[in-house]
């Protein structure tokens, strides 16, 4: 078959169609960087001149989302990249009638959207690029902390949902003008879509609807990536979302690559555990996972991953390893 570009071959893939080989993309967080829109670009665009992925996942700190709320954090060495919350708004209930919708193009929203500029100015049309948001829950989770999120949405679930308005219309709005600003679609991260936090009903009642609200808005998009959080998540719940992708833990959890490719329509995101194998294995055991990735899926309707993000410390030559993964195996 003759070699594709990026964009060929995820269209390919979203298609179920035959590819030249499967695509593979990793992502990873930037400490520090992630603070200065031109630092985040910078690092995003030097990560993926090194490994060449089939795409970008743009993913700034999970507080960008809230910040203009009033969360504030820390970078204190996390391997993930993650910040530690040092602020939250929410301290009691009447707390929540502070949070309205915010203006996208504003704050942290409004550098965030920067990032995408200088991304689409340095990629074009070569290399698709995604952004990272959180749904309502989610944000609701940053704002208040763990724990906390479930203890309001139980007890004051009117007050809440008021709030998962606001949230919702925020969302909303900077996926729209994230689309705009070149982005090939948006990574959703749901947090709450996992029995060990949620039953399917207060799912369907906290969690679904804005979900599907904050996807409409990303309807001109044509690679936009669920992502499902945690432990024992609702895989079949959120399967008939509207989206091109669905990216969870699955090697921590069922279901398997091969299982999911017959209970979502879309590509699978996944084959590889970010910390046992890319952070403390060795290159031959993440080619090994890999290959049991792609043998499941047979490097169709598949994009070879991590079940999250790529811890900061991963090993290059493990990385390395997981990008030449694909080269090595020829698609079914």
């Known amino acids: 078959m003759a070699k594709m570009n990026k964009r060929e071959r995820l269209m390919a893939a979203i298609a179920g169609q035959p590819v030249d080989r499967a695509p593979v993309a990793l992502w990873r967080h930037f400490p520090g960087d992630d603070h200065y829109p031109e630092e985040l670009a910078r690092a995003h665009l030097e990560f993926q001149k090194l490994y060449d992925f089939d795409f970008v996942k743009v993913t700034p700190s999970h507080n960008f989302c809230v910040a203009g709320w009033g969360v504030e954090e820390r970078y204190v060495g996390n391997n993930e990249g993650t910040c530690e919350t040092i602020r939250r708004p929410i301290n009691r209930p009447d707390d929540w009638l502070k949070i309205k919708p915010l203006d996208p193009t504003a704050g942290a929203l409004g550098r965030q959207l920067r990032v995408l500029e200088i991304l689409h100015d340095a990629l074009g049309d070569e290399t698709p690029f995604i952004q990272t ?4 829950p989610a944000m609701v989770k ?18 809440m949902k008021q709030v998962l ?9 900077f996926v729209s003008e994230a689309i705009r600003c070149g982005a090939a679609g948006v990574f959703m991260s749901t947090m709450h879509a996992s029995y060990a936090l949620m039953s399917e009903a207060e799912y369907r009642d906290f969690g679904r609807p804005y979900d599907l609200r904050v996807l409409e808005a990303a309807r001109d998009g044509w690679f936009n990536v669920l992502h499902l959080h945690g432990e024992s998540v609702m895989f079949d719940l959120l399967a008939d979302y509207p989206v091109q992708a669905v990216n969870w833990h699955d090697r921590a959890g069922p279901p398997s690559l091969k299982d999911a490719l017959g ?5 699978v995101i996944g084959g590889l555990a970010q910390w046992d194998t890319l952070l403390r294995g060795a290159p031959q055991d993440v080619q090994a996972e890999a290959r049991d990735a792609l043998e499941q899926t047979g490097g169709r309707r598949h994009v070879l991953g991590a079940g999250c993000v790529t811890p900061i410390t991963t090993p290059t ?3 390395w390893a997981a990008r030449r993964a694909v080269e090595a195996f020829t698609p079914k």
Do not use: K, M, W
């Open 142 to 159: 940053f704002l208040a902390g763990e724990r906390a999120d479930l203890i309001y949405l139980r007890q004051h679930p009117s007050l």
């Open 317 to 319: 030559c493990n990385i």
């Open 263 to 267: 209970r979502f329509p879309g590509v």
């Open 133 to 136: 948001i959180f749904n309502p």
């Open 165 to 173: 308005e606001a949230l919702t219309e925020t969302v909303v709005r």
